[in-house]
């Protein structure tokens, strides 16, 4: 079960840096205008982004390197 758990992981992991570093860069400056710091800046700009973007990925039916792994 564990072996499954880390091989499922590996896609949702690797797209959810790629969409960190791939966030739109007015988002990441109105953050910093804000005030927020590094952390902030990672755990209230950058991440949610990052993960809606996973989210509406999945419900678009996109295939990429997770899909059979992540989908049902």
Do not use: W
């Amino acid at each position: 079960m564990v072996a499954v758990v880390l091989y499922a992981i590996v896609p949702a992991v690797r797209s959810a840096a790629h969409g960190v570093r791939s966030v739109n860069a007015d988002s990441i400056e109105a953050g910093v205008v804000s005030g927020c710091t590094k952390r902030q800046l990672f755990s209230r700009v950058q991440l949610p982004l990052a993960l809606s973007i996973r989210v509406i990925t999945a419900l678009a039916g996109k295939r990429d390197l997770g899909q059979e792994v992540t989908s049902p």
